[in-house]
T-cell receptor, first 114, second 115 residues
Framework: AQKVTQAQTEISVVEKEDVTLDCVYE???????LFWYKQPPSGELVFLIRRNSFDEQNEISGRYSWNFQKSTSSFNFTITASQVVDSAVYFCALGPYNFNKFYFGSGTKLNVKP | ETGVTQTPRHLVMGMTNKKSLKCEQHLGHNAMYWYKQSAKKPLELMFV???????ENNSVPSRFSPECPNSSHLFLHLHTLQPEDSALYLC??????????????FGPGTRLTVL
């Protein structure tokens, strides 16, 4: 079965703190993609990153970084020096390589307070 | 306009009404999707179209009827909806299916309220 679990329903931090959002997935596929999306209060989903299952290198983009651990089926997302504009719901998603059928986690709501 | 646009942004309808949601993508993509996002539920994939042909229908009730007249436009026709159909309906597009460029890009959504 394909499944994505985001155990943290809501996280609150104070601006400039670092925060890590957890994502654990289940799949029987050997090749797949993992994604993170951000959904700000406006509602529009914003694509953040796509990671191929063959590539376990960690990725850093500005204040964002992602830690892909195939051994633990996790794809965690860290925001360094959080800002109020980072407040949003963050979704982790799993997609098989040969068909675009996405499985989304239930999302983690991040509140960054000034 | 750029990206993926959806109209209307908000819609209130009665259970006996017929309405349509529109999605348009300006990215030159070949695949389009409808998702439903209800409160406190994961995103649900409703329909997938590739090159104007329906590829996936995840057991969606017949009161939702999709239409894809060309690769840039996607409609969701609504009739005799139920209050539990109230949700945010998101449209997305991707370059194709099963390619390395299959990342989906989403529109702003239509907030639907069924009275």
């Amino acid at each position: 079965a394909q499944k994505v679990t985001q155990a943290q329903t809501e996280i609150s931090v104070v601006e400039k703190e670092d925060v890590t959002l957890d994502c654990v997935y289940e799949t029987r596929d050997t090749t797949y993609y993992l994604f993170w999306y951000k959904q700000p209060p406006s509602g529009e989903l914003v694509f953040l990153i796509r990671r191929n299952s063959f590539d376990e290198q960690n990725e850093i983009s500005g204040r964002y970084s992602w830690n892909f651990q195939k051994s633990t089926s996790s794809f965690n997302f860290t925001i360094t020096a959080s800002q109020v504009v980072d407040s949003a719901v963050y979704f982790c998603a799993l997609g098989p390589y040969n068909f675009n059928k996405f499985y989304f986690g239930s999302g983690t709501k991040l509140n960054v307070k000034p | 306009e750029t990206g993926v646009t959806q109209t209307p942004r908000h819609l209130v309808m009665g259970m006996t009404n017929k309405k349509s949601l529109k999605c348009e993508q300006h990215l030159g993509h070949n695949a389009m999707y409808w998702y439903k996002q209800s409160a406190k539920k994961p995103l649900e994939l409703m329909f997938v179209y590739s090159l104007e042909e329906r590829v996936e229908n995840n057991s969606v009730p017949s009161r939702f009827s999709p239409e894809c007249p060309n690769s840039s436009h996607l409609f969701l026709h609504l009739h005799t909806l139920q209050p539990e159909d109230s949700a945010l309906y998101l449209c997305a597009s991707s370059q194709g299916l099963g390619t390395t460029t299959d990342t989906q890009y989403f529109g702003p959504g239509t907030r639907l309220t069924v009275l």
